[in-house]
């Protein structure tokens, strides 16, 4: 178990350009969150995968970003013309199994500042 | 969905149990009780979840209420590393897959 892998770990954009992350779930894991968290908040849900089908997406996704995860393994969140506001750490987690109480593994996130 | 309360903070001294609540009156019968723990600079880790029944594992207890409308996290020894952000979680059991939803949580600080 290599656990969950972000990338980058860090990212410095300027406003108005376009960003992308890569998460790495944990192998065989089928489910796939993808979260975002401000400073003293808890992390908010973005979007969630079951193999290769977005299932769920929150009304913070904005049309601005958009989600993949093309062969059911790893995935990509991206933004494009980036705010000011989209600053904030976007945390990635899987879960794998049957079961609805499985827990999510999260990865350390991607912190992105946005100048 | 269902919502619960935290304290915003709470103080631990170090080999000192930890008792930490949680209150969610609205709890529905297929609702679980899930804890996670947020460590500085790190993403979220499961501690531990339950139904009905107090449950044990290796990093904690979950005592639950018998009206389930709360539930207390228990910490046996804390120790500086156990200084995080405490999320207590409902989590509907009938839908596979449902995302967490987080809210403030209880960030524990710990002295030696």
């Known amino acids: 178990d290599t656990g969950v892998s972000q990338d980058p770990r860090h990212k410095i954009t300027k406003r108005g350009q376009n960003v992308t992350f890569r998460c790495d779930p944990i192998?065989?894991?089928?489910?796939l969150y993808w979260y975002r968290q401000t400073l003293g908040q808890g992390p908010e849900f973005l979007t969630y995968f079951q193999n290769e089908a977005q299932l769920e997406k929150s009304r913070l996704l904005s049309d601005r970003f958009s989600a993949e995860r093309p062969k059911g393994s790893f995935s990509t969140l991206e933004i494009q013309r980036t705010e000011q506001g989209d600053s904030a750490m976007y945390l990635c987690?899987?879960?794998?199994?049957?079961?609805?109480?499985?827990?999510?593994?999260f990865g350390n996130g991607t912190r992105l500042t946005v100048t | 969905d269902a919502k619960t309360t935290q304290p915003n903070s709470m103080e631990s001294n170090e080999e000192e149990p930890v008792h930490l609540p949680c209150n969610h009156s609205t709890i529905s019968g297929t609702d679980y009780i899930h804890w996670y723990r947020q460590l500085p600079s790190q993403g979220p880790e499961y501690v531990i979840h339950g139904l009905t029944s107090n449950v044990n594992n290796r990093m904690a207890s979950l005592a639950i209420a018998e009206d389930r409308k709360s539930s207390t996290l228990i910490l046996h020894r804390a120790t500086l590393r156990d200084a995080a952000v405490y999320y207590c979680?409902?989590?509907?059991?009938?839908?596979?897959?449902?995302?967490?939803?987080f809210g403030k949580g209880t960030t524990l600080s710990v002295s030696s």
């Open positions: 979680i409902l989590r509907d059991g009938n839908q596979a897959g449902t995302a967490l939803i």
């Open positions: 192998s065989e894991h089928n489910r």
């Open positions: 987690a899987s879960s794998g199994g049957q079961g609805s109480n499985s827990p999510l593994h």
